[in-house]
């Protein structure tokens, strides 16, 4: 298959989930249908696509969580609109209203079942582009399990003074970013 080809069913397929006209379910087992994994491999250099596939595909997976946000960050830079990155996907969807996870912190915390740990927490450790567990917003979403899971009074209490003292010392407006 051709990369505009590939790129044209993407685009088609996160339009219509967008739009409501099918569902997250359908679109993965269409996406599996229409675009053979062995093109998406050969597109080691087309990050957009090759996200844009991995996203569409794991969109019938049980734990998954891919919000409306990174839905719509793909749809615009398919339809050239933004420039694909990382970085910028990760900024655009956690600026966003949208909450990138269900889970609400309360101040004491609370009792996790299996399937919310597995829904928000990552498969594996590993540390990709900089970031534990392979980017931003899936570091956030483990953040919000584990304030969800010990508590914002335990994490206030964890950044104590001397962290927060530390940090600004240490910060030379990077993470303003």
Same mark, same amino acid.
């Given at each position: ?6 790129? @044209?069913?993407?685009? !088609?397929? =996160?339009? #219509?989930?967008? *739009? ?8 993965? +087992? ?56 990382? @970085?910028?996907?990760? !900024?655009? =969807?956690? #600026?966003?209203? *949208? ?8 101040? +004491? ?69």
């Amino acid at each position: 298959m051709l990369d505009l080809d590939i790129k @044209e069913t993407l685009k !088609e397929l =996160v339009n #219509n989930i967008l *739009e409501n006209k099918i569902s997250r379910k359908i679109a993965a +087992k269409l996406v599996r249908e229409r675009i053979d994994e062995s093109d998406i491999f050969r597109l080691q250099n087309e990050d957009l696509l090759v996200n844009a596939y991995w996203t569409i595909n794991g969109l019938d997976y049980k734990y998954g969580n891919t919000t409306n946000s990174e839905l719509t960050y793909l749809k615009l830079c398919l339809d050239g609109e933004r420039e694909y990155s990382r @970085e910028d996907k990760a !900024e655009f =969807v956690l #600026n966003n209203e *949208e909450p990138i996870c269900r889970l609400i912190p309360s101040l +004491k915390g609370q009792e996790l079942d299996v399937e919310e740990f597995d829904k928000y927490s990552p498969e594996k450790m590993e540390c990709f582009n900089g970031y534990a567990f392979g980017d931003k917003i899936t570091c956030c979403k483990l953040l919000a399990l584990l304030m969800a899971n010990v508590g914002i009074e335990t994490v206030v209490k964890f950044a104590s003074k001397g962290i927060w003292a530390k940090a600004l010392e240490l910060d030379d407006g990077k993470s303003e970013k």
